[in-house]
């Protein structure tokens, strides 16, 4: 079994930061690429940021410049630096990971955190 478990989320100020964190735990072989998603009320998910084994970053245009995605490939951890957060980025964030586990060392699974609230009151 394979868990992600999302932190850091909360309530910030217009213009404050916010750093998330996603720990992958359990039966994992390797894990290519890791990213952020968010879904805010009424809307559907989207990508916020991935980041590939190898370090290579993508961002959506939305949140370029002002988030930062990173990764620990020892500790398969991800983390989503947010500054100067906006209202729009108020959203449940989720992180995933596209990984092989051990009874399927071939074959890449994608798997979902729980997701985190990040609220950010103007």
């Known amino acids: 079994q394979v868990q992600l478990v999302e932190s850091g989320g909360g309530l910030v100020q217009v213009g404050g930061s916010l750093r998330l964190s996603c720990a992958a735990s359990g039966s994992i072989f390797s894990i290519n690429a890791m990213g952020w998603y968010r879904q805010a009320p009424g809307k559907q998910r989207e990508l916020v940021a991935v980041i590939s084994s190898a370090g290579s970053t993508s961002y959506a245009d939305s949140v370029k410049g002002r988030l930062t995605i990173s990764r620990d490939n020892a500790k398969n951890t991800v983390d989503l630096q947010m500054n100067s957060l906006k209202p729009e980025d108020t959203a449940v964030y989720y992180c995933?990971?596209?990984?092989?586990?051990?009874?399927?060392?071939?074959?890449?699974?994608?798997?979902w955190g729980q997701g985190t609230q990040v609220t950010v009151a103007s």
């Open positions: 995933n990971a596209d990984l092989l586990t051990t009874r399927f060392p071939s074959t890449v699974h994608r798997y």
